[in-house]
């Protein structure tokens, strides 16, 4: 088993522009507490690394591995999304991380997004503050699409469709994304905006 390293802990308070002191302060040990760990000299007690994780704004995963992930958004960016599809029931199911799923008794794949076809063309069309986004696609109960989505980096909207209905759908405009549309045939097709 791996254990938090003291030059992970110095690594990324020095990252976080903190002193020792105010690394100490805010999960309440000692500021020689946190020289000892950062020389090798002690290890943090388990039972504050959660604290310590939090104040040095990592996942308690991270700070024992020391594997440091870089990402603009440790809370994850939406565009990163990741969709799950049960084909008995319909649900759906996402994620913005990989994850394993269920539904109806079966395990579910992620979908894989293909480029849209001619049969599934995702047409985007801007009216004042608003993406209007249609497809020409048959909408009947055997051959209908389930979705449509839209995701930025920070927003993820969802439109469940339904079959003998237009797919004529309204968003309204939050920057650079990606539209969704997943038919229950053919699987998930994706369009840059």
């Given at each position: 088993?791996?254990?938090?390293?003291?030059?992970?802990?110095?690594?990324?308070?020095?990252?976080?522009?903190?002193?020792?002191?105010?690394?100490?302060?805010?999960?309440?040990?000692?500021?020689?507490?946190?020289?000892?760990?950062?020389?090798?000299?002690?290890?943090?007690?388990?039972?504050?690394?959660?604290?310590?994780?939090?104040?040095?704004?990592?996942?308690?995963?991270?700070?024992?591995?020391?594997?440091?992930?870089?990402?603009?958004?440790?809370?994850?960016?939406?565009?990163?999304?990741?969709?799950?599809?049960?084909?008995?029931?319909?649900?759906?199911?996402?994620?913005?991380?990989?994850?394993?799923?269920?539904?109806?008794?079966?395990?579910?794949?992620?979908?894989?997004?293909?480029?849209?076809?001619?049969?599934?063309?995702?047409?985007?069309?801007?009216?004042?503050?608003?993406?209007?986004?249609?497809?020409?696609?048959?909408?009947?109960?055997?051959?209908?699409?389930?979705?449509?989505?839209?995701?930025?980096?920070?927003?993820?909207?969802?439109?469940?469709?339904?079959?003998?209905?237009?797919?004529?759908?309204?968003?309204?405009?939050?920057?650079?994304?990606?539209?969704y549309a997943y038919c229950n045939k053919h699987g998930m097709f994706q369009q840059p905006v």
């Amino acid at each position: 088993m791996s254990y938090v390293t003291g030059s992970t802990i110095k690594q990324l308070r020095e990252k976080r522009k903190i002193t020792q002191k105010e690394l100490a302060e805010q999960i309440s040990v000692s500021d020689k507490a946190v020289s000892k760990w950062e020389t090798g000299k002690g290890l943090p007690d388990i039972a504050i690394l959660e604290d310590l994780s939090k104040a040095l704004g990592v996942s308690v995963s991270e700070l024992l591995t020391g594997d440091l992930k870089e990402n603009e958004n440790q809370a994850g960016n939406m565009k990163k999304i990741l969709f799950y599809m049960c084909p008995i029931c319909g649900n759906i199911i996402t994620s913005v991380g990989q994850g394993n799923f269920s539904c109806c008794g079966i395990t579910l794949p992620v979908q894989e997004a293909e480029k849209c076809d001619e049969g599934h063309m995702i047409e985007v069309e801007t009216i004042e503050n608003e993406y209007c986004v249609t497809v020409r696609h048959p909408m009947t109960k055997g051959h209908y699409l389930s979705f449509i989505a839209y995701v930025t980096s920070d927003t993820f909207e969802l439109v469940k469709l339904y079959p003998e209905q237009d797919v004529s759908v309204r968003f309204r405009r939050k920057g650079h994304g990606m539209f969704y549309a997943y038919c229950n045939k053919h699987g998930m097709f994706q369009q840059p905006v």
